[in-house]
């Protein structure tokens, strides 16, 4: 069964995500998004890879996997290394409009994006990924593309002037696991491992997604001889 981590487990994934990762109520309160010491204060290189789980990869839940936090789920994977690993569950929609969860932010006003249910670590808190072709240092490279973190220029051009294929998705809390937790639950076969591309995250349909990945995953392999 997959453990939730608690903050005296995983102090490291909140030192990673010291002010990036804003309560809402700050965010409803204030304009602080964007402000520099409120996103990621370095990037950090990559620790090393011990297995196939790795930044960048998409964790697909097994169908037998029960745990309600992770049930049918999709994770990328944002950090892993010897602390242990950080993901964001990518199709978990809710029913919450954005515009509602951030009102301070006049620019998401009509607009349809709603919030992603990131995981069960701080679900008051809110991190976002990007689809941009270039980010500002304070935002975390996860794949070509592909930025994590919290930037209020960034996210208020993605609204209003976005270049071909830019767009972003909000999402409240996070996932964690403590080291070696992941390789073990894969062992244990609830987890698959996929390369993540940022089709996946941002344009396939979130409801659909799991169903989609597992079917691949299980789809006999045809091998072709030369």
Sequence with gaps: MTTVGRSSDFSFLYRLLAG????????????????PELVF????????????IKKGVLLVAHPSL?????????????????????????????AIPLSEALSNVSVLKGTSYVL?????????????L??????????????ERVYLGLNREILERVITDP???????????????????????????????IPADPSSIFDKAPETLWAEMVEAIQAPRVIRLE
């Design 116 to 128: 992603f249910a990131g995981g069960p670590v701080q679900p008051d808190g809110i991190i976002m």
């Design 163 to 193: 270049q071909p294929t830019e767009t972003f998705r909000a999402y409240a809390g996070y996932a964690g696991w403590a080291p070696g937790q992941v390789e073990f639950e894969m062992a244990m076969g609830s987890w698959a491992v």
């Design 130 to 143: 990007f689809r941009v072709a270039d980010a500002p240092d304070q935002l975390r490279k996860i794949l």
């Design 66 to 94: 029960t745990d309600p936090n992770f049930q049918q789920t999709v994770v990328l994977v944002c950090e892993h290394g010897a602390e242990g690993t950080l993901g964001i569950i990518i199709n978990r929609p809710t």
């Design 41 to 52: 204060a370095e990037n950090k290189p990559d620790a090393p890879a011990t297995s196939a």
């Design 20 to 35: 990036a990762l804003l309560s809402l109520s700050a965010l409803i309160s204030s304009h602080l998004i964007g402000v």
